[in-house]
């Protein structure tokens, strides 16, 4: 009888100590693109660089990436680039001032020295978010949503992709850049490679005026 209890009761302490311990030690990540330091209650994993495909390649990702900062290589590394190879490119802010828009900075200056982030490269960092299961870029908004108090805001951006007009782009994904973005230090030179834009409503098939036809689209990611 002693046995049978014990065989029962065992998973029982095992389940309840499980359902102690997991919350605390669950967790979710998410990459705070422009910026290089995690909100307040989150952990830096990494900083880095933003990087992904050259703007007019039809070819290799599709997809920004966020590398660290200090690479490494592979011991079996060859050197010279490789026919046929992917390249990764760094990415530039690209905020252009043309078309009757002299005042286009959509983005806050805070954290970029007061330079303008036309033509600089841009910076990313992985944060980590302890007792969270689960975090999610929400388009459209400034917070989490209506009746989502329980949510955590980690932040808030703009909108932002490759261009659609500009030379021979290529889709890119959408990604929420921070509302105040940085920099890498140095990097003033117009250079191209992996390009961001800020993404702008286009009324139609989107409600307006709930939209507003040609507003940049803000931007949110929250935690769970």
Same mark, same amino acid.
Request: proline share 6%.
């Given at each position: ?18 359902? @102690? ?21 989150? *952990? ?23 590398? @660290? ?26 905020? @252009? ?22 033509? *600089? ?19 459209? *908004? ?27 782009? @290529? ?54």
């Amino acid at each position: 009888m002693v046995s049978t209890i014990l065989l029962v009761t065992l998973p029982c302490l095992l389940c309840a100590l499980l359902l @102690h311990v997991g919350p605390a030690a669950a967790g979710s990540t998410y990459i705070r693109w422009g910026r290089t330091t995690c909100p307040a209650g989150a *952990r830096v994993l990494y900083k880095g660089y933003m990087a992904g495909s050259q703007f007019n390649q039809v070819g290799a990702g599709s997809n920004y990436l966020c590398v @660290h900062e200090k690479p490494q290589w592979s011991k079996s590394n060859v050197p010279g680039v490789q026919a046929w190879s992917s390249l990764l490119y760094g990415t530039e802010y690209e905020i @252009h001032a043309a078309g009757g828009f002299p005042n286009n900075k959509p983005f806050e200056s805070d954290n970029a020295r007061g330079a303008d982030l036309a033509n *600089r490269d841009a910076v990313c960092v992985l944060c980590y978010v302890p007792n969270s299961s689960t975090n999610f870029m929400l388009p459209g *908004r400034q917070d989490c949503g209506e009746d989502n108090d329980d949510l955590k805001l980690e932040y808030k951006g703009l909108l932002a992709s490759n261009s659609v007009n500009w030379g021979d782009q @290529h889709r890119s994904e959408f990604i929420c850049i921070d509302e105040a973005p940085e920099a890498r230090l140095g990097s003033e030179a117009d250079l191209n490679g992996a390009l961001l834009y800020p993404v702008q409503v286009a009324c139609g098939s989107l409600p307006c005026p709930d939209y507003v036809n040609g507003n940049e689209v803000t931007c949110a990611v929250c935690s769970v």
